[in-house]
């Protein structure tokens, strides 16, 4: 069945340095993507998206990679902060459903 | 502007048991999921509606029902609990069926002894 998997289920960065965090999706019919955070205790919080027409898009700080040949995309994350801690979801849709990974806890080192 | 409220925030149930856990959504969308997520499991989809009067089955249906009577409003219903239905449950809702972001909830925290 369809599947969304994140490569690292934890990565430790440096406050100041740049997160790269990692997802790969196996529908190829998939055409719209987003990126959740969730801080312990709360529900996940929309990051960015990205439909499959672009393979780049900018917001404030963070920016999403979208690689269709691979079925891969990432989320980059500038100069890191401690408020950036938490776990971030990746997910898929192609129509009414979302398929959404397993998340990587970002740990923000001081 | 609420956004997506649930409740409760957290409930602990018998086996055997029945209960509904609310949500609700002050934003007029059209499109609202269910889903539970569980430790490694990432969030998993269990039913959605596209509008009022309309609900479909997601990823793990099973052991669950709802219904949409108003756009506001996506109960999900627990007909007879089991260990296994422990979990913590997202209510989501978005302005269209797909290619929306979807806003969430803070959860239900359910504990089924």
């Given at each position: 069945g369809e599947s969304v998997g994140l490569h690292l289920p934890t990565l430790s960065v440096q406050e100041g340095d740049n997160s790269i965090i990692n997802c790969a999706y196996s529908n190829s019919a998939s055409d719209y993507f987003i990126w959740y955070k969730q801080e312990s205790g709360k529900g996940p919080q929309f990051i960015i998206d990205i439909r499959s027409n672009m393979d780049k898009r900018q917001g404030q700080r963070v920016t999403v990679l979208l690689n269709k040949t691979v079925k891969h995309l990432s989320l980059q994350i500038a100069a890191t902060q401690p408020g950036d801690s938490a776990v971030y979801f990746c997910a898929a849709s192609g129509g009414y459903k979302y398929i959404f990974g397993t998340g990587t806890r970002l740990k923000v080192l001081a | 502007n609420a956004g997506v409220t649930q409740t409760p925030k957290f409930q602990v149930l018998k086996t055997g048991q029945s209960m509904t856990l609310q949500c609700a959504q002050d934003m007029n969308h059209e499109y609202m999921s269910w889903y539970r997520q569980d430790p490694?499991?990432?969030?998993?989809?269990i039913h959605y509606s596209v509008g009022a009067g309309i609900t479909d089955q997601?990823?793990?249906?099973?052991g669950y029902?709802?219904?949409r009577s108003t756009t506001e409003d996506f109960p999900l219903r627990l007909l007879s609990a089991a260990p296994s239905q422990t979990s913590v449950y997202f209510c989501a809702s978005s302005y269209e069926a797909g290619g929306q972001p979807q806003h969430f909830g803070d959860?239900?925290?359910?504990s089924i002894l």
């Open positions: - | 490694g499991m990432g969030l998993r989809l997601g990823e793990v249906p099973n029902n709802v219904s959860g239900t925290r359910l």
